[in-house]
Each structure stands twice: as structure tokens, then as C-alpha cells.
């Protein structure tokens, strides 16, 4: 049995049909690379006004992160927009250079008014429009590093447990890792360390991408449910008891 059967060429196929570029109408467009940012920070955005009867996908997005943000300075809608775009296999001329400008000039706004999901859409999106190899490899980095947390954690939630509950010591299973890995040492063992320091090295070496990732990790290590902190509060627990024996 495979987990994508009908191949790999099907999962490219479907992984390509997400990413048909956003079309634009006659007036609609994304601003100048040079567009004043400042008016953006104070202008608020408003709810938007209803859908044309045949809206360009351009104006659906619009619409729909104009609800889901309106409150909240308009610079977040610009930037909503222009990371729907870069998703695509094609986008507007100016649209890297302006996503890298607002984060190069105003990346402290940014992870002021935006949340954590929206950072992480952003961290991401350097992954492939990073200016530089840096930039595009931390990129990649976080994209992996949080889209496997959204995985593991979503499939989790089948246990019945909440995400701050860990697992009690009793109950591991006596059964192998896929993949022929070697199991962690839960007392003594580095994987997760060896994972985030390399990126903290990184990001603090990053002058444009690197206040972002170091705003993401810091939240990862003060979030109270991820695998991260599980297994912290699983290992306490198992030093501790060892300890009184």
C-alpha cells in the first residue's frame, strides 16, 4: 500500500493546480515598489464592500482577507495580498521586491498587528523570495520546521488529548520507528535542540528575515502545547522519577 497511490506525478499535478496564478481587472492592482508605507500603518482597513457579479480571483481574495483583517492597519491587507500572489507559479513584477520592502522597512509593525499564523505565512514565503541564499534557506527551514508542527500536532488531537497534556511514560508503544530511525532518548537525547539552535544561529545572522524567525521560535518556546514542550515536561518527569528511586 503507498500513501499517495496514484504516484508522485499526481501529487505534482494536484500540488500544481493550487497555484494558478491570481487573475487582475482593469483596476486592480498591486501599488508601486516605491508606495508610501507610512499612510499604510495608520490607515485602518474597513469591511469590505459587496462582490461584482463576476469577480476576478484578485477581488475574491481581496474580499475575503479584507474580512478576516478589517481593524487592523491596512499594511496587513497588502501584505495578505501580496503572499497570496507569491504563492502562485507567477505574480506581479513588483510583487518580491514589495513583500521584501515592507518586511526590510516595516518588519516591526508587522509582527505588531499580525498574528502568529500570518508570521509564519510570512516566514514561509521567504522560503522561495528571499533576496538572498540566506534568506531563502532560513525560509525553507521555518516552512518545513511549522508545516510538520501543523501535521503532527492536527493528528495528535485524535488521541483525545489535549496539546498541553503529554503523554503519560507507561503508555509508549513497543513497536519501531518508520524509516529504520533510531528512537529518541527521552532523558538524554538532542534531536529537538539539534533542530532550533541551528535556526536561532541563523536567524540572528539575518538582518531582514532574521527579527521574524526569532519572534516565531520565541513563541514556539514559550507555546505550552507543542511536541516541544511535551517532551520537555515528559523528560522532567522521567529524571524525577528516576531521581527517587
Same mark, same amino acid.
Given at each position: 500500500?503507498?500513501?499517495?497511490?496514484?504516484?508522485?506525478?499526481?501529487?505534482? !499535478?494536484?500540488?500544481?493546480?493550487?497555484?494558478?496564478?491570481?487573475?487582475?481587472?482593469?483596476?486592480?492592482? %498591486?501599488?508601486?515598489?516605491?508606495?508610501?508605507?507610512?499612510?499604510?500603518?495608520?490607515?485602518?482597513?474597513?469591511?469590505? !464592500?459587496?462582490?461584482?457579479?463576476?469577480?476576478?480571483?484578485?477581488?475574491?481574495?481581496?474580499?475575503?482577507?479584507?474580512?478576516?483583517?478589517?481593524?487592523?492597519?491596512?499594511?496587513?491587507?497588502?501584505?495578505?495580498?501580496?503572499? &497570496?500572489?507569491?504563492?502562485?507559479?507567477?505574480?506581479?513584477?513588483?510583487?518580491?521586491?514589495? %513583500?521584501?520592502?515592507?518586511?526590510?522597512?516595516?518588519?516591526?509593525?508587522?509582527?505588531?498587528?499580525?498574528?502568529?499564523?500570518?508570521?509564519?505565512?510570512?516566514?514561509?514565503?521567504?522560503?522561495?523570495?528571499?533576496? /538572498?541564499?540566506?534568506?531563502?534557506?532560513?525560509?525553507?527551514?521555518?516552512?518545513?520546521?511549522?508545516?510538520?508542527?501543523?501535521?503532527?500536532? %492536527?493528528?495528535?488531537?485524535?488521541?483525545?488529548?489535549?496539546?498541553? /497534556?503529554?503523554?503519560?511514560?507507561?503508555?509508549?508503544?513497543? &513497536?519501531?520507528?518508520?524509516?529504520?530511525?533510531?528512537? %529518541?532518548?527521552?532523558?538524554?537525547?538532542?534531536?529537538?535542540?539539534?533542530?532550533?539552535?541551528?535556526?536561532?544561529?541563523?536567524?540572528?545572522?539575518?538582518?531582514?528575515?532574521?527579527?521574524? !524567525?526569532?519572534?516565531?521560535?520565541?513563541?514556539?518556546?514559550?507555546?505550552?502545547?507543542?511536541?516541544?514542550?511535551?517532551?520537555?515536561?515528559?523528560?522532567?518527569?522521567?529524571? &524525577?522519577?528516576?531521581?527517587?528511586?
Amino acid at each position: 500500500m503507498l500513501t499517495y497511490p496514484d504516484g508522485w506525478d499526481a501529487a505534482i !499535478a494536484r500540488y500544481e493546480a493550487r497555484r494558478a496564478p491570481l487573475d487582475f481587472g482593469p483596476d486592480e492592482a %498591486f501599488p508601486p515598489l516605491d508606495v508610501a508605507l507610512q499612510p499604510l500603518l495608520t490607515r485602518v482597513i474597513a469591511p469590505p !464592500a459587496p462582490l461584482p457579479a463576476r469577480p476576478t480571483m484578485y477581488a475574491r481574495k481581496r474580499h475575503a482577507l479584507a474580512e478576516e483583517l478589517h481593524g487592523k492597519p491596512e499594511i496587513a491587507l497588502l501584505h495578505g495580498l501580496l503572499i &497570496a500572489s507569491l504563492r502562485k507559479r507567477d505574480w506581479p513584477p513588483q510583487a518580491p521586491a514589495l %513583500f521584501r520592502r515592507l518586511w526590510a522597512e516595516q518588519g516591526a509593525a508587522l509582527i505588531g498587528c499580525l498574528s502568529t499564523r500570518w508570521l509564519i505565512s510570512a516566514a514561509i514565503t521567504f522560503a522561495d523570495h528571499g533576496a /538572498t541564499e540566506g534568506e531563502r534557506r532560513l525560509g525553507q527551514s521555518l516552512k518545513v520546521l511549522f508545516s510538520l508542527l501543523k501535521l503532527t500536532e %492536527f493528528e495528535r488531537l485524535y488521541s483525545g488529548l489535549d496539546p498541553a /497534556t503529554p503523554f503519560r511514560l507507561g503508555h509508549k508503544a513497543k &513497536a519501531p520507528l518508520p524509516m529504520e530511525i533510531e528512537p %529518541f532518548a527521552l532523558r538524554d537525547g538532542g534531536l529537538d535542540i539539534n533542530l532550533l539552535a541551528p535556526l536561532v544561529v541563523e536567524a540572528r545572522d539575518e538582518p531582514v528575515l532574521g527579527p521574524l !524567525a526569532m519572534a516565531l521560535l520565541d513563541r514556539l518556546n514559550a507555546d505550552p502545547g507543542t511536541i516541544f514542550r511535551r517532551l520537555r515536561l515528559m523528560r522532567d518527569k522521567l529524571i &524525577a522519577r528516576r531521581a527517587g528511586r
